[in-house]
């Protein structure tokens, strides 16, 4: 056995592409690798900008020999009646590489036919490296790609050197015009010449020597280290994402933290800008306090060692002085002009290509605000911030700050706003128009804040389904899937019993109407099962029960808003004896209602004969009113406890009261009340979709 190591050494790769491809890079490898039936210890694969490293430790020298089985023709063409070998026959043995008395006669689902084993060597594993390797490099595959001298080969960035070794031996292939060789190279600022590494074991000692790391989780560990460190000596922290810090250890090979400072003059403009400045045109992680305020300093990363460290921080410093004046003239120049005014110059700006200007989506986002907040019943005062945070919304696409930092949209409008009057509810809801941005971010704080985003997410919703922008597969080019994560998220946060959504959507149709045309009832009812699905895969995501989903979603869409709070409490009490009663108490009741035709509701008190159906059309009116006002509540604790309370009248009812009595009568009085019963548990959840174990009984 011996170890084999691959390096594709590239120019800079994009670090936000890299992890996944180091992770692409062993899938791949290990699915290849059973195609040849090479045993091995364990794969390794490693990333920097420069070079992708794949590593297999204890791999076999040879593949191993394999027999094969090869059909032939059917006997009855193969062999004559007196047992005579035929023509096929022989042509057979020959195409096989066998003897003719090694073909064996087989019988079929379809007849006897010629069989043959043939014993297959295997090959070397050199051998089958010189075609593996450039097909592992091939099938890698990146969001944008390129090619460069050869226009049929395209990868991530330009190919400079290939280093393929088994054991202590090259093997020798060409790819992208590039031949193999036995070399790599060390940090490229550092190290341009090329240095010979004679095994893979080797490799991993030259280019630590040589200052890189190949491992992410190595140089991630060093970078938050060190940024810590760096922080605490101002009494700070450093601030970053997950995502952005990926970002920043994927830009370097040998990363080395350190601190620089901003000029006061210089960090005199919002917070939101100076950050974006740091991280975004920078690569450092800004510096707070305690309290989250910005503190006149920031962490850079160098790709190299500490030598010379005092020269790079004082590069930082003047690049970051000349960043901040341009952050600061954009915020200044931005000051000037009203928002209203720039209201007006959208009509400049597309939205999407079919659904005209961002003018236009502003007079939608308006006329949806008043129809919602009569819906809702906001008071007059709130009906005013949410048009006029509407109205205001896109404003500052028009801005100089957001042209140079697209992220910062709406946070800049909230600022601008303030500085030009406006109440802070319309200040906070402009801010907050574009949250929450991902499944699990932070959702708008503020009632009128929450009520513009999920607006302006059911108009871009309803405008994309409108124009047949579909989402199928893993293509969702237009965000739809996020942005239907956001609007179940949006309703969930709402403190309300009930949202009128359905309405809400179809408004919105209305708005688009005029202008297209639409399949209103068709549209509606897509967007409806699409936002149901929305809510399946976030509930999915919190482990929530499948059948448990399944039974709170069946409910109105409008009850999007307690969906998690309903599906939180049966989850609860799924162990619950009570609760498996009532499940299969409504399953009997559904089995029994699907068999008939029943359309009434209405109970004949005069037609009850029995003290069991009496005691549960008691039992019923009782509880409702309950129910009810639990519902208005939300105090679905109390309402499960109040549905347990009827399994003991729902067990005596079945065991004493025959449903389907012969007088017509009777029967259609009784099934109307197992009507009024099934819409009495609907109230909370189908029960009936939730599964529990067949030997517990009602």
């Given at each position: 056995m011996k170890d084999y190591l691959?390096?594709?050494?590239?120019?800079?790769?994009?670090?936000?592409?890299l992890n996944k491809a180091v992770k692409d890079l062993k899938t791949i490898a290990e699915t290849e690798l059973t195609k040849y039936k090479?045993?091995?210890?364990?794969?390794?694969?490693?990333?920097?900008?420069?070079?992708?490293?794949?590593?297999?430790?204890n791999l076999d020298e040879n593949e191993p020999d394999a027999e094969e089985e090869i059909k032939g023709p059917p006997t009855s063409i193969a062999i004559g009646k007196n047992g005579e070998q035929l023509m096929p026959f022989k042509k057979f043995a020959l195409s096989a590489g066998v003897h003719e008395k090694d073909i064996q006669v087989k019988k079929t689902s379809k007849g006897q036919y010629l069989f043959a084993r043939k014993l297959i060597k295997g090959r070397k594993t050199e051998d089958i490296l010189k075609i593996f390797s450039p097909w592992i490099i091939k099938?890698?595959?990146?969001?944008?790609?390129?090619?460069?001298?050869?226009?049929?080969?395209?990868?991530?960035?330009?190919?400079?050197?290939?280093?393929s070794l088994f054991g202590e031996d090259l093997i020798k292939f060409t790819y992208a015009g590039v031949e193999t060789e036995n070399s790599t190279y060390g940090l490229r600022i550092n190290q341009l010449n090329k240095i010979k590494v004679k095994t893979p074991a080797d490799y991993f000692k030259i280019l630590k020597e040589n200052y890189v790391i190949l491992s992410f989780d190595e140089r991630k560990n060093n970078v938050e280290k060190n940024a810590h460190a760096l922080a605490k000596k101002i009494n700070g922290t450093?601030?970053?994402s997950s995502d952005f810090l990926e970002e920043v250890v994927n830009l370097t090979e040998y990363p080395t933290p350190f601190l620089a400072t901003i000029g006061k003059e210089e960090f005199s403009i919002p917070q939101c800008i100076s950050i974006r400045v740091i991280e975004d045109h920078m690569k450092s992680f800004p510096c707070t306090d305690k309290n989250g305020k910005l503190l006149p300093y920031f962490i850079g990363v160098r790709n190299g060692c500490s030598d010379f460290i005092e020269i790079v921080k004082e590069g930082y410093e003047k690049v970051i002085k000349a960043r901040m004046l341009d952050g600061k003239f954009f915020f200044e120049e931005g000051k000037k002009i009203p928002l209203q005014t720039l209201v007006s110059k959208l009509s400049g700006v597309i939205f999407l290509k079919e659904l005209g200007t961002m003018k236009d989506k502003i007079d939608r986002l308006t006329a949806l605000s008043d129809y919602i907040s009569s819906k809702i019943g906001l008071n007059d005062s709130q009906k005013k911030a949410l048009k006029q945070s509407a109205y205001l919304s896109k404003a500052d696409l028009l801005t100089n700050v957001v042209r140079e930092f697209p992220d910062l949209q709406g946070e800049i409008g909230g600022i601008y706003a303030q500085l030009?009057?406006?109440?802070?509810?319309?200040?906070?809801?402009?801010?907050?128009?574009?949250?929450?941005?991902?499944?699990?971010?932070?959702?708008?704080?503020?009632?009128?804040?929450?009520?513009?985003?999920?607006?302006?997410?059911i108009d871009t919703l309803t405008g994309s389904f409108a124009i047949g922008i579909a989402v199928s597969g893993s293509k969702d080019p237009y965000g739809l899937r996020r942005i239907g994560n956001s609007i179940v998220q949006l309703l969930a946060s709402i403190d309300m019993e009930s949202f009128p959504i359905k309405e809400l959507v179809q408004a919105s149709i209305d708005l688009y109407k005029p202008k297209k045309e639409i399949e209103s009832e068709k549209t509606l009812k897509d967007i409806i099962i699409f936002l149901r699905e929305r809510s399946e895969g976030i509930l999915k995501e919190k482990n929530i029960r499948y059948d448990i989903i399944n039974a709170v979603t069946a409910l109105s869409p409008d009850l999007t808003t307690t969906y998690q709070k309903r599906a939180d409490i049966l989850m609860n009490h799924i162990n619950d004896e009570e609760l498996a009663s009532i499940v299969l108490a409504n399953k009997r009741v559904n089995n029994i209602l699907l068999s008939t035709d029943i359309s009434s509701k209405t109970i004949d008190k005069k037609l009850l004969f029995e003290k069991e159906e009496e005691g549960l059309f008691d039992a019923i009116q009782n509880t409702r009113t309950k129910i009810e006002s639990g519902l208005k509540q939300m105090n679905y604790e109390e309402i499960i406890k109040l549905l347990y309370s009827l399994s003991p009248v729902i067990?005596?009812?079945?065991?004493?009261?025959?449903?389907?009595?012969?007088?017509e009568k009777i029967r259609k009085n009784?099934?109307?009340?197992?009507?009024?019963?099934?819409?009495?548990?609907?109230?909370?959840?189908d029960f009936s979709a939730i599964v529990v174990e067949k030997d517990k009984s009602v």
């Open positions: 691959l390096e594709t050494y590239v120019e800079e790769i994009p670090a936000r592409c090479l045993h091995y210890e364990d794969i390794f694969t490693f990333g920097t900008p420069r070079r992708l490293t794949l590593y297999i430790k099938s890698l595959k990146f969001p944008k790609t390129m090619h460069w001298d050869n226009k049929n080969i395209k990868f991530v960035r330009p190919i400079r050197s290939l280093l450093p601030l970053y030009q009057g406006e109440e802070p509810e319309v200040c906070e809801a402009i801010k907050e128009q574009y949250l929450p941005r991902f499944t699990d971010d932070e959702l708008p704080k503020t009632l009128i804040g929450t009520y513009l985003s999920l607006v302006d997410k067990s005596k009812f079945f065991d004493k009261v025959l449903v389907m009595d012969n007088d009784r099934l109307a009340m197992l009507m009024n019963l099934k819409e009495l548990f609907l109230q909370f959840a």
